[in-house]
T-cell receptor, first 113, second 111 residues
Framework: GAGVSQSPRYKVAKRGQDVALRCDPI?????LFWYQQALGQGPEFLTYFQNEAQLDKSGLPSDRFFAERPEGSVSTLKIQRTQQEDSAVYLCASKWGSTETQYFGPGTRLLVL | QKEVEQDPGPLSVPEGAIVSLNCTYSNSAFQYFMWYRQYSRKGPELLMY????GNKEDGRFTAQLNRASQYISLLIRDSKLSDSATYLCAIRSSNTGKLIFGQGTTLQVKP
């Protein structure tokens, strides 16, 4: 079956623009995570969904970041008024039930000019 | 101090070598410890996870957890060209499954 997919794969935005990043998790996976990975660093947690409920958003760096998963499958991470420091790879991961394995998508590479 | 510390390398070894990658962590309450591998421009993929002190082996890979000293390591035996990647240690820090990652160690295996 298909893995986690993300779109777009690459996004260039001018500073101040809004962007929306999409994640399609593996079908049936209840848990969905967003991570931000800066160049040369490990991924950093942003937010977590269980079905449509956003249970943890402690990693969102500012109120310019917003995530949703309205029907419990596809998720969108939105960044408003992008800044240069938002340039990073945004990774989405999903997992089934209480298993430990998180399956990661290929990421969206965001460059803010 | 970061919760998970990992030497970024890079590490360069010849094919067939034994490689040891290490991480230390600061919170003794952490429960699950994982090693992810990330190829360039790909998402991380889980290699192994462990939760009890001692060794866990899977083929050429051995994960070692030492709770007393608060470090984890990944041993790769008979390294292959395809092992060239960044290796990330990660810790599950809560019941939600949220992961805390180290910086990653870049490994290059040369012919």
């Amino acid at each position: 079956g298909a893995g986690v997919s993300q779109s777009p794969r690459y996004k260039v935005a001018k500073r101040g623009q809004d962007v929306a990043l999409r994640c399609d998790p593996i079908s049936g996976h209840v848990s969905l995570f967003w991570y931000q990975q800066a160049l040369g660093q490990g991924p950093e947690f942003l937010t977590y969904f269980q079905n449509e409920a956003q249970l943890d958003k402690s990693g969102l760096p500012s109120d310019r970041f917003f995530a949703e998963r309205p029907e419990g499958s596809v998720s969108t991470l939105k960044i408003q008024r992008t800044q240069q420091e938002d340039s990073a790879v945004y990774l989405c991961a999903s997992k089934w039930g209480s298993t430990e394995t998180q399956y990661f998508g290929p990421g969206t590479r965001l460059l803010v000019l | 101090q970061k919760e998970v510390e990992q030497d970024p390398g890079p590490l360069s070894v010849p094919e067939g070598a034994i490689v040891s990658l290490n991480c230390t962590y600061s919170n003794s309450a952490f429960q699950y410890f994982m090693w992810y591998r990330q190829y360039s421009r790909k998402g991380p993929e889980l290699l192994m996870y462990t939760y009890s002190s001692g060794n866990k082996e899977d083929g050429r890979f051995t994960a070692q957890l030492n709770r007393a000293s608060q470090y984890i390591s990944l041993l790769i035996r008979d390294s292959k060209l395809s092992d060239s990647a960044t290796y990330l240690c990660a810790i599950r820090s809560s019941n939600t499954g949220k992961l805390i990652f180290g910086q990653g160690t870049t490994l290059q295996v040369k012919p």
